[in-house]
């Protein structure tokens, strides 16, 4: 068992690992990282996610969201528009050039993943899975 003060660190290399390994084979979709996890969270938020709440889960500044979704929306990825609830903020939306992409993107992240996770038994996956949760949770609520 790995000594309990290296576990965050293992932690972090592995996430980094995996999103270096992931990144390296959506190269020939000709996306950065940034932008494929840009993708990603919106397919997996709803698809009208307001901007403040991407720079979050994507763990970038907002102004930082900016830039990278302006060339995003000139490229033909996503558009953003006024939200309806809040006139000082706005949605981000995917479009249908995204979708195939983001099909693609998931494709090659379950291959991954099969590949990663491969010799692991399901009851090991899911008591890994438990943990990072109660720890995701804990962290979230300090």
Known sequence: MPDIEEFPVLLGETARAWRARLDQRLKPLGLSQAK?????????????????????????????????????????WLERRESAEDRRSKTVHLTDKSHEVIRQIKSVAAHLRRELLAGMSEPELNQCAEVLRRIKKKAETL
């Open 36 to 76: 494929w996890l840009v993708l990603l969270h919106l397919s997996h938020g709803g698809d009208a996610m307001i901007q403040k709440e991407l720079a979050g889960r994507i763990g970038i500044e907002g102004p930082t969201l900016v830039g990278l979704l302006d060339r995003m929306a000139r490229d033909g």
